[in-house]
């Protein structure tokens, strides 16, 4: 699974992307967010302000319950400020 | 991507980190017809508040595109009047007085071009992925820009109509 972080969630995880293999438990965003925040301290303090951070999977917006796995394009962001 | 509807308009989209020519763009949407009675346009400029000196604009390569093709889609269905339409976005960094971002619609009366033109910024700023840093000059930390309520409801608006 590819993880993608943008803006301040890039910045706290400190990558700008990785490959992830999640335990089968993981089936949804909300799920992902959760374990993904045991990865290290980055990860903690960007997944800290969960209710703040946003997700795509595959380049669509998703909710915490969409289903996500093995193969998908997962990104983290802060809600947008375009325009 | 949804496939193209016979007698509407297809949108022109980009992102892009050169800046654009609005007069260009304008006589693009134009060229080789007849049938434009109205051509609508929208250009969103930098401003210099509380000190700033420049703006950061990041992007999601790829699903920023998709996100703002389908935007621009969903203004060609509720204006089925709309003869074309161009969304230029600009990312990377933006100082005070630079355009950001062009909404171009055009039609053959202008309700149509006026209308689309303002649901589409209106739904750029809050269904678009872009993040927006801030810079300052008098050496104070960068922060990103948080996201408004207003924009929110701005979009929103549009529920409605």
Redesign the interface.
């Known amino acids: 699974m590819r993880i ?1 972080y ?3 969630v890039r910045q706290r995880v400190g990558v700008a992307e990785e490959e992830v293999a999640p335990p089968a438990a993981v089936h949804d965003v909300a799920g992902l967010m959760a374990w993904l925040a045991t990865r290290g301290p980055g990860h903690a303090a960007a997944f800290a302000e969960g209710r703040q951070i946003r997700a ?1 999977v595959n ?3 998703a909710a915490p319950g969409d289903p996500v796995g093995a193969g998908d394009e997962v ?1 983290f ?7 | 991507m949804s496939a193209a509807t016979p007698g509407r308009a297809v949108p022109t989209v980009r992102v892009q980190e050169a800046p654009f020519d609005l007069a260009a763009e304008a006589a693009a949407l134009t060229a080789g017809r007849v049938d434009v009675g109205g051509l609508a346009s929208f250009v ?1 400029l930098c401003r210099a508040d509380d000190g700033l000196a420049a703006l950061v ?4 390569p ?2 920023t595109e ?2 703002i093709r389908r935007i621009a889609e969903e203004a060609c269905a509720r204006w089925p009047a709309l003869t074309g339409c161009t969304v230029v ?1 600009r990312h990377g960094r933006l100082e005070p007085g630079t355009p ?2 062009l909404v171009l619609t055009a039609s053959s009366h202008r309700a149509a071009a006026l209308e689309s033109c303002a649901f589409l ?1 209106d739904w ?10 801030e810079e300052f000059a008098d050496g104070r930390p960068a922060r ?5 309520a207003e ?1 929110d409801a701005a979009a929103a608006r549009w529920a409605d109509a």
């Open positions: 993608l943008f803006a301040w795509a380049q669509e917006f990104a962001f802060p809600p947008v400020t375009g325009g | 969103g604009l990041e992007h999601y790829g699903m998709r996100a976005h950001i971002v910024i750029l700023k809050t269904g678009a992925p872009f993040w927006k840093r990103w820009v948080e996201a408004r924009d």
